[in-house]
């Protein structure tokens, strides 16, 4: 498939910024309709309990929620785990920085597939 060339996703990295962007971004939107609505339709669907929905609340205007309540204990603690050995290796990757075009948090998000890791792994049910 072309979209997974190197070379065309070099491409389409340089013309996304420039004016260009905004026409292939209106084209690709067009080509990928059916699967967006799939999924607005599908997260409509969803039913959200009452504590997440005032959670989300507070996250959409403080820019942050207190979970305390909603989360179990177990998963906090592999939450404050999982960061602090990012946070630990933040550093020696902030050196490596100066010669990528990619801003450093996504440096960092991108070691993760390359690990073998799923951020999503211990989602509940």
């Not at 340089?14 to 607005?40: I, M």
Request: hydrophobic residues 45%; glycine residues 4%; charged residues 25%.
């Amino acid at each position: 498939m072309i979209s997974s060339s190197p070379l065309f996703r070099r491409a389409l990295w340089h013309a996304n910024r420039t004016p260009v962007s905004r026409v292939s971004k209106a084209v690709l939107s067009a080509l990928h309709r059916d699967e967006l609505e799939a999924r607005r339709s599908a997260a409509r669907a969803l039913k959200i309990p009452a504590a997440i929905a005032a959670r989300s609340a507070d996250l959409a205007e403080n820019g942050y929620a207190m979970l305390d309540g909603v989360l179990d204990s177990s998963l906090l603690a592999d939450l404050d785990a999982a960061s602090g050995e990012r946070m630990a290796h933040a550093t020696e990757r902030e050196g490596q920085q100066a010669a990528t075009h990619k801003s450093f948090w996504v440096r960092l998000l991108d070691a993760e597939p390359a690990r073998g890791r799923c951020v999503c792994r211990r989602l509940p049910r």
